[in-house]
C-alpha cells in the first residue's frame, strides 16, 4: 500500500498499540524476550517514570542469539545496556504518512 496516493492520510494512532506491554531499564533482557514470545510482537517500550526512554526491538537483543552472544545469559543484560536510540515522538493526530516508516513511539 502505498501511503502517499490516498487523499486523507489516516492519524498515526490508527496504528498504535493503545496499551501496550512495556519494560523498565533495569529489567532483565530475558524478562523483554519473554514477552516478545508470550505476546507475539517485535517491540518494547521502555519506559523509566512516567517517561518513554526508548524502544527495544527484536533486533536490537538478536545478537543473544549469535555467537557473539554465546555464553551470555540473557537473565544478567539489563535493558539500560542494550543500545537503543531515543524515541522519536509525534502527536496522536499526525498524518501517517511522513511517520510509517519511522521507528517511533508515538506519545500523545
Given at each position: 500500500?502505498?501511503?502517499?496516493?490516498?487523499?486523507?492520510?489516516?492519524?498515526?494512532?490508527?496504528?498504535?498499540?493503545?496499551?501496550?506491554y512495556?519494560?523498565?531499564?533495569?529489567?532483565?533482557?530475558?524478562?523483554?524476550?519473554?514477552?516478545?514470545?508470550?505476546?507475539?510482537?517485535?517491540?518494547?517500550?521502555?519506559?523509566?517514570?512516567?517517561?518513554?526512554?526508548?524502544?527495544?526491538?527484536?533486533?536490537?537483543?538478536?545478537?543473544?542469539?549469535?555467537?557473539?552472544g554465546?555464553?551470555?545469559?540473557?537473565?544478567?543484560?539489563?535493558?539500560?545496556?542494550?543500545?537503543?536510540?531515543?524515541?522519536?515522538?509525534?502527536?496522536?493526530?499526525?498524518?501517517?504518512?511522513?511517520?510509517?516508516?519511522?521507528?517511533?513511539?508515538?506519545?500523545?
Amino acid at each position: 500500500m502505498d501511503l502517499a496516493q490516498h487523499r486523507h492520510m489516516p492519524p498515526v494512532s490508527t496504528l498504535m498499540t493503545p496499551f501496550p506491554y512495556f519494560v523498565h531499564p533495569d529489567e532483565s533482557v530475558a524478562r523483554v524476550l519473554a514477552l516478545m514470545r508470550e505476546h507475539d510482537i517485535r517491540h518494547v517500550p521502555v519506559k523509566e517514570e512516567d517517561r518513554v526512554v526508548g524502544l527495544i526491538s527484536e533486533t536490537d537483543v538478536r545478537w543473544l542469539a549469535s555467537p557473539r552472544g554465546a555464553g551470555v545469559d540473557p537473565e544478567s543484560v539489563r535493558v539500560r545496556e542494550v543500545p537503543v536510540p531515543p524515541p522519536y515522538s509525534v502527536e496522536l493526530t499526525a498524518p501517517l504518512g511522513r511517520h510509517a516508516t519511522s521507528r517511533a513511539w508515538v506519545v500523545g
